[in-house]
């Protein structure tokens, strides 16, 4: 499964404010993009795999990569 935003914030003031930061989501003002893709494979009768990638980028910012990988045993 995979997603694709786009993200246009248009916000006057300091965005560097715990406040902006809560209002913009982590997000700046200005154009934005998120994406994240996730995988989902059954191992065995009772292990699971599930993978996800999430990434966003700002026109001012580095791009932000964040992934997570969790093993499910069910018993």
């Known amino acids: 499964m995979g997603e694709f935003n786009y993200?246009?914030?248009?916000?006057d003031g300091s965005a560097f404010s715990p406040v902006a930061y809560q209002i913009l989501e982590g997000l700046q003002?200005?154009?934005n993009f998120t994406w994240n893709l996730i995988a989902q494979k059954r191992l065995t009768k009772f292990l699971d795999l599930?993978?996800?990638y999430f990434g966003r980028k700002s026109e001012d910012?580095?791009?932000?990569?964040?992934g997570s990988?969790?093993?499910?045993?069910l018993f």
């Open 29 to 31: 003002p200005g154009t």
């Open 50 to 52: 599930n993978i996800s």
């Open 7 to 11: 993200i246009d914030n248009q916000f």
């Open 61 to 66: 910012s580095r791009t932000i990569h964040t």
């Open 69 to 73: 990988i969790q093993l499910k045993a």
